[in-house]
């Protein structure tokens, strides 16, 4: 069993920068690969970015690769989503998974998720 819990989310300005956090407890993360998805108002959920259990390969989604950056502490036992350059389409409810060895970067087959942290990037 892990429990994921997002946070950081908030209202910003377009341009301006947010950093999501991902606190994991009942496991250790060194064993999982974690990833970022989001859900925006009326849209389905569609997939961020995704890092591998040793941190060394990291995957983005074409609309957020060079914007957006995933990083991962296993010693602490966090994810991290650093998020620059942002856009109003990038407004959304932002929620971290986690599963054994590799993501499904498609969410349906991920054990582990996170209840959301909410983004709003204002024109």
């Known amino acids: 069993q892990v429990q994921l819990v997002e946070s950081g989310g908030g209202l910003v300005q377009a341009g301006n920068s947010l950093r999501l956090s991902c606190a994991a407890s009942g496991r250790t993360l060194s064993n999982y690969a974690m990833g970022w998805f989001r859900q925006a108002p009326g849209k389905e959920r569609e997939f961020v970015a995704d890092i591998t259990r040793t941190a060394i390969y990291t995957y983005y989604a074409d609309s957020v690769k060079g914007r957006f950056t995933v990083s991962r502490d296993n010693v602490k036992n966090t994810v991290y989503l650093q998020m620059n350059s942002l856009k109003p389409e990038d407004t959304a409810v932002y929620y971290c998974?986690?599963?054994?060895?590799?993501?499904?970067?498609?969410?349906?087959?991920?054990?582990?998720w996170g209840k959301g942290t909410l983004v709003t990037v204002s024109s």
């Open positions: 998974a986690a599963q054994l060895w590799t993501l499904d970067r498609s969410g349906t087959n991920n054990p582990y």
